[in-house]
Nanobody
């Protein structure tokens, strides 16, 4: 069983930056592929970025490529999402997710077993 607690959301102006964090419980964090998803009001949850369990390979949705960076620190059981050049369309609740032996390219929410509670990101124009 893995528990995820994500944090770091807030209100920021367009062009600004935020860093989200997700802390996982347990001793096997390094065996989990991690990802960030987001869900805007009235829309389906969508994949943002993932990082693999082994070599730490990363993968990004086209909409955030070049602006967002995912990273992980296995010594701290934490995955981060650095978000730069934020746009109003990035406004959503952001969720971290974990999949045992997951790959960075696991883009379907059905592939993930554990989820954080979500953190709100609001970007004003």
């Amino acid at each position: 069983q893995v528990q995820l607690v994500d944090s770091g959301g807030g209100l920021v102006q367009a062009g600004g930056s935020l860093r989200l964090s997700c802390i996982a419980s347990g001793r096997t964090f390094r065996t989990y592929g991690m990802a960030w998803f987001r869900q805007a009001p009235g829309k389906e949850r969508e994949f943002v970025t993932g990082i693999g369990w082994g070599d730490g390979s990363t993968y990004y949705a086209d909409s955030v490529q070049g602006r967002f960076t995912i990273s992980r620190d296995n010594t701290k059981n934490t995955v981060y999402l650095q978000m730069n050049s934020l746009k109003p369309e990035d406004t959503a609740v952001y969720y971290c997710a974990a999949a045992k032996w997951g790959r960075s390219t696991s883009t379907s929410s059905h592939e993930y077993t554990y989820w954080g509670q979500g953190t709100q990101v609001t970007v004003s124009s």
